[in-house]
């Protein structure tokens, strides 16, 4: 159908973007993002525990200094 071909797309596209996000997390954690990046973060954020572990890695560290 239509509609899970256009998931598997969103699928792939989120998982290229993944490392983009990724290298935005410590600005995210220090408030320093755009709207439209923080949006784009909180998305990723939403829908992976990873993400979610990597960010409180880094919250974890910025805390520290």
Partial sequence: ???STGANI???SHT?????IEAL???????KL???DHSR???ALA?????????SLIEDEVGMT
């Fill in 1 to 3: 159908s239509s509609s």
């Fill in 10 to 12: 969103l699928a792939r």
């Fill in 16 to 20: 290229r973007t993944g490392e983009d």
């Fill in 25 to 31: 997390l410590p600005w995210y954690a220090t408030g």
């Fill in 34 to 36: 755009s709207a439209a």
């Fill in 41 to 43: 973060v909180e998305a």
């Fill in 47 to 55: 829908g992976s525990s990873a993400l979610r572990a990597q960010l």
